[in-house]
């Protein structure tokens, strides 16, 4: 008898809830991955920088296993495939994972949970991920926030010390399942390639915490954490970084209030994660939807330096720092009047730290049509932002070297024009 950790998006063996209740359970316990064939056969390029990095996490845990005598055992496959498998090789008692908001993760593991009821296999299930999930974070009437500043407050109001204690896996390993290692697939075995990406550490920087609120709008310097991919993947966990955020840097807790805010939207309101608008009447907003002009603000040939600047870092390094994220999002939503979706898409193929949720939230915001979104007719202006945030264009130099040579392109649109264009679309669509 056998019982089973799933790991999903929480690739670590410290401070993970979900395994901390598998561990302490009756049966020994079979850590499990499964590259999900739904998931990647939808990937468009065979060179991913998440899934390697997901591939290295899995190495790293695979190694730590094997010294606790375990190994992990990763398929590739359907998960319901996985569970067939896995039912007919072993007599499984209980089944344990962690929360995933996402509308796919909700339907699989629907599906997973009837297979294994079926199969009269207990299924549990953990919060993990976030610090407040669900309904923990809600309106005096019970009723979700759709607005962040009272939601933060409420947020902050609950918090306390039993919400950021660490899960001590540690005290359980003896009880992994004791069996020789199995080695995890190659990437090329699952129809994947090495793309040599480097990708940033997990060591959480005191000092780029400490000062975050003063730093962090700076793209050409190191003021944010990047730690963004590592709590997608769950390789760093989120409560011991809430816990130091509480003792150094109340805007950097801020921000991790902001992912548990998009986790909890995307919970209540499955439809922004489905190509709608949070605020319907956006959705009759005319785009232009320019396929010329879309495949110019990809490249990072705009003529507008700090948006060419953040599209080339993206396309070049998977990082685009949040500055510079609001303002391309904002160009292509509204001077370029593209569909956010369009752009949403992109950034979800080449972002290291795509996130569904928090990335439709944020790009939801900045096309004006989300939940607590600027105001519709604030439209960045990207020459004041670039005073403002890179004043010695030290970022913008750095992606856009030929800046002031003859080669670099005319701006795609005028800035005075556009913004009257775009106040005038949405205007009609939002007065119809
Ligand atoms: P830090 O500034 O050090 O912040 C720490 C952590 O807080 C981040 O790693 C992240 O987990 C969280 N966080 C910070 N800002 C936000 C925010 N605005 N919303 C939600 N969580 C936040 N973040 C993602 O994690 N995945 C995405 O796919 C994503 N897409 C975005 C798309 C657009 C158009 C915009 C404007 C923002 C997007 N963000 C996304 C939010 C933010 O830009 C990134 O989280 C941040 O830049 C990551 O860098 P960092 O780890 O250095 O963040």
Same mark, same amino acid.
């Not at 991955?33 to 060179?47: C, G, V, Y």
């Not at 009837?114 to 610090?131: E, S």
């Not at 669900?134 to 009272?150: A, L």
């Given at each position: 008898?056998?019982?089973?950790?799933?790991?999903?998006?929480?690739?670590?063996?410290?401070?993970?809830?979900?395994?901390?209740?598998?561990?302490?359970? %009756?049966?020994?316990?079979?850590?499990?991955?499964?590259?999900?064939?739904?998931?990647?056969?939808?990937?468009?390029?065979?060179? &991913?920088?998440?899934?390697?990095?997901?591939? #290295?996490?899995?190495?790293?845990?695979?190694?730590?296993?094997?010294?606790?005598?375990?190994?992990l055992?990763?398929?590739? &496959?359907?998960?319901? *495939?996985?569970?067939?498998?896995l039912?007919?090789?072993?007599t499984?008692?209980?089944?344990?994972?962690?929360h995933?908001?996402?509308?796919?993760?909700?339907?699989?593991?629907?599906a997973?949970?009837?297979?294994?009821?079926?199969?009269?296999?207990?299924?549990?299930?953990?919060? #993990?991920?976030?610090?407040?999930?669900?309904?923990?974070?809600?309106?005096? &009437?019970?009723?979700?926030?759709?607005?962040?500043?009272? $939601?933060?407050?409420?947020?902050k109001?609950?918090?306390?010390?039993?919400?950021l204690?660490?899960?001590?896996?540690?005290?359980?390993f003896?009880?992994?399942?004791?069996q020789?290692i199995?080695?995890?697939?190659?990437l090329?075995?699952?129809?994947?390639?090495?793309?040599g990406?480097?990708f940033?550490?997990?060591?959480?920087? *005191?000092?780029?915490?400490?000062?975050?609120?003063?730093?962090?709008?700076?793209?050409?310097?190191?003021?944010?954490?990047?730690?963004?991919?590592?709590?997608?993947?769950?390789?760093?966990?989120?409560?011991?970084?809430?816990?130091?955020?509480?003792?150094?840097?109340?805007?950097f807790?801020?921000?991790?209030?902001?992912?548990?805010?998009?986790?909890?939207?995307?919970?209540?309101?499955?439809?922004? /994660?489905?190509?709608?608008?949070?605020?319907?009447?956006?959705?009759?907003?005319?785009?232009? %939807?320019?396929?010329?002009?879309?495949a110019?603000?990809?490249a990072?040939?705009?003529? +507008?330096?700090?948006v060419?600047?953040?599209?080339?870092?993206? %396309?070049a390094?998977?990082?685009?720092?949040?500055?510079?994220?609001?303002?391309?999002?904002?160009?292509?939503?509204?001077?370029?009047?593209? #569909?956010?979706?369009?752009g949403?898409? +992109?950034?979800?193929?080449?972002?290291? &730290?795509?996130?569904?949720?928090?990335? *439709? /939230? *944020?790009?939801?915001?900045?096309? /004006?049509?989300?939940?607590?979104?600027?105001?519709?007719?604030?439209?960045?202006?990207p020459?004041?932002?670039?005073?403002?945030?890179?004043?010695?264009?030290?970022?913008?130099?750095?992606?856009?070297?030929?800046?002031?040579?003859?080669?670099?392109?005319?701006?795609?649109?005028?800035?005075?024009?556009?913004?009257k264009?775009?106040?005038e679309? $949405?205007?009609?669509?939002?007065?119809?």
């Amino acid at each position: 008898h056998i019982n089973i950790f799933w790991f999903r998006r929480d690739l670590r063996l410290h401070d993970n809830a979900g395994l901390y209740h598998a561990l302490k359970s %009756n049966n020994p316990v079979l850590p499990i991955f499964i590259f999900d064939t739904n998931i990647l056969d939808q990937l468009p390029q065979k060179a &991913d920088r998440r899934v390697t990095f997901i591939h #290295d996490a899995l190495k790293q845990m695979q190694q730590q296993l094997s010294e606790t005598g375990s190994t992990l055992q990763a398929f590739h &496959d359907t998960p319901l *495939n996985a569970f067939k498998l896995l039912a007919q090789q072993y007599t499984i008692e209980q089944v344990f994972t962690n929360h995933d908001y996402e509308p796919y993760a909700r339907e699989r593991d629907e599906a997973i949970a009837q297979f294994l009821q079926q199969h009269n296999i207990a299924f549990h299930t953990y919060k #993990d991920q976030v610090i407040f999930e669900k309904e923990e974070v809600v309106k005096d &009437d019970g009723k979700p926030y759709t607005v962040f500043t009272p $939601y933060s407050r409420k947020w902050k109001a609950a918090l306390n010390e039993f919400y950021l204690k660490s899960y001590s896996t540690e005290k359980y390993f003896y009880n992994f399942y004791q069996q020789s290692i199995k080695p995890v697939p190659t990437l090329k075995s699952i129809g994947f390639e090495e793309t040599g990406a480097s990708f940033p550490s997990a060591t959480f920087d *005191n000092n780029i915490i400490q000062e975050y609120d003063q730093r962090r709008d700076f793209p050409a310097i190191a003021g944010t954490s990047r730690l963004g991919v590592h709590l997608r993947f769950g390789t760093i966990s989120v409560r011991q970084l809430a816990k130091q955020a509480t003792q150094l840097n109340d805007t950097f807790l801020n921000e991790l209030i902001w992912r548990d805010f998009f986790q909890m939207i995307l919970w209540h309101f499955p439809h922004v /994660g489905k190509g709608k608008a949070f605020k319907a009447e956006y959705d009759f907003i005319q785009w232009r %939807n320019k396929e010329d002009e879309f495949a110019r603000w990809c490249a990072g040939n705009t003529g +507008y330096p700090i948006v060419d600047a953040g599209m080339r870092e993206l %396309n070049a390094t998977g990082f685009m720092h949040n500055r510079v994220r609001m303002i391309t999002a904002s160009f292509l939503a509204k001077h370029l009047l593209i #569909d956010w979706r369009w752009g949403e898409a +992109y950034f979800a193929e080449k972002l290291l &730290d795509f996130d569904l949720a928090s990335n *439709n /939230g *944020n790009w939801q915001w900045a096309a /004006g049509c989300g939940c607590d979104a600027a105001p519709y007719f604030r439209i960045f202006n990207p020459h004041l932002q670039t005073k403002k945030f890179d004043p010695q264009l030290a970022y913008i130099r750095q992606w856009v070297p030929e800046l002031n040579e003859l080669t670099y392109p005319t701006p795609i649109v005028d800035h005075e024009m556009a913004r009257k264009r775009c106040l005038e679309t $949405y205007k009609k669509a939002l007065e119809r």
